[in-house]
């Protein structure tokens, strides 16, 4: 076993720098050095609802980059040295029909999550990337384009994969009308990716007050939710609505908006939703979701976002500053997404 520092929860919304295990590295193993590592909502969900007691051990962060510091005797793709990007998953079953099709993140047996998974091989939990290193499967590690910067770049591998997927699958490009109600960590990449696809976006907010942000993030206007005339003109109006925000929310107002045949895609809130079948039968409107990315997929993206100079917006803290970033995070008080330099483990 190898030993690297990391953040591990102690209870809830509480985590506590700490010693962590990683395994030794198997033939198709890197070892990365971790340099900076996103902050998502799963991070705070995972990390507020942690109890002292809880059987496994919980060190969270999933959208990370580093260098390859090590390499297992099989590893082919990388050398020690490369800049690499890890996301929310780190491993798969391999042959069932998801993951033959590319989509090892809807696995019939379950990805393996990069952290508070269960490992394939030896069983036990995985560490997130909280911590200066991490031991990954190569298949599961992507090479980091030159010119994208690892910090920006680090959200890309949950956020932005999460919104990249429905934009690819519903085949956004030149002239589609897509809208992205809510502007955190997804909604900000969501709005950069479409413009860069060439969509007319749009961007939903509840109030005026994100307008200028919108704008500059490409948007072409924001309709905020309580411009009922504005609302009530925009019927119809898009072909993908990507709905981002994290609360629990009625469907019905988003819904309107979707054009015939278009989608109203949940990214944001995965809980449980009432519809009214009404709201999609006028219309033939379809409701749909997605959730993190293939391995195609995410290289797909990074490439993409290498070309169009795409990463996302970020305020970098010292990883010692986990708590204020959590916090900040709750009360949606960061533009767009934290970043946590990983350095300061040294
Ligand atoms: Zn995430
Ligand atoms: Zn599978």
């Known amino acids: 076993m190898r030993t690297t520092p990391g953040w591990r929860a102690t209870g809830p919304g509480t985590l506590r720098r700490t010693p962590l295990y990683r395994r030794d590295l198997r033939a198709d193993d890197l070892a990365v050095r971790v340099d900076y590592c996103g902050l998502c909502h799963t991070d705070l969900h995972a990390v507020r609802g942690h ?164 704008l500059r993030l490409g948007a072409r206007e924001l309709i905020a939710a309580t411009d009922t005339a504005r609302m009530a003109a925009a019927r119809d109006g898009f072909d993908v609505v990507l709905d981002t925000i994290s609360a629990p929310h009625d469907p019905a107002p988003h819904l309107r908006l979707v054009a015939m045949d278009g989608t109203l895609c949940l990214l944001g809130h995965l809980g449980r939703i009432t519809v009214e079948v009404m709201d999609l039968l006028v219309g033939r409107k379809r409701l749909g979701s997605a959730g993190s990315g293939g391995r195609r997929a995410t290289a797909e993206m990074l490439r993409f976002c290498a070309e169009h100079g795409i990463t996302a917006d970020v305020e970098v803290l010292p990883s010692a500053r986990i708590h204020t970033a959590l916090d900040r995070l709750a009360r949606d008080d960061v533009r767009h997404r934290f970043v946590l330099d990983m350095s300061d483990l040294d």
């Open 51 to 214: 109890s002292p007691d809880a059987p496994q051990p919980l060190v969270p962060g999933h959208e990370f980059t580093g260098v390859v510091t090590e390499t297992g005797s099989g590893v082919t793709a990388f050398s020690v040295g490369d800049p690499v990007a890890v996301g929310n998953i780190v491993d798969s079953c391999g042959t069932c029909p998801m993951c033959e099709a590319g989509q090892e993140n809807f696995c019939h047996s379950f990805p393996t999550l990069t952290y508070g998974g269960t490992d394939r091989r030896d069983g036990s939990t995985t560490l997130g990337g909280f911590s200066r290193e991490y031991v990954v499967r190569e298949a599961f590690a992507y090479a980091l384009p030159a010119g994208l910067d690892p910090a920006a770049a680090a959200p890309l591998l949950c956020a932005g994969v999460t919104v990249w997927e429905p934009l690819r699958s519903l085949g956004v490009g030149p002239g589609s009308r897509v809208a992205v109600a809510g502007l955190g960590g997804l909604g900000h990449l969501a709005v950069k990716l479409a413009v860069a696809l060439g969509a007319e976006t749009t961007v939903l907010s509840r109030t005026e007050a994100k307008r200028e942000d919108a």
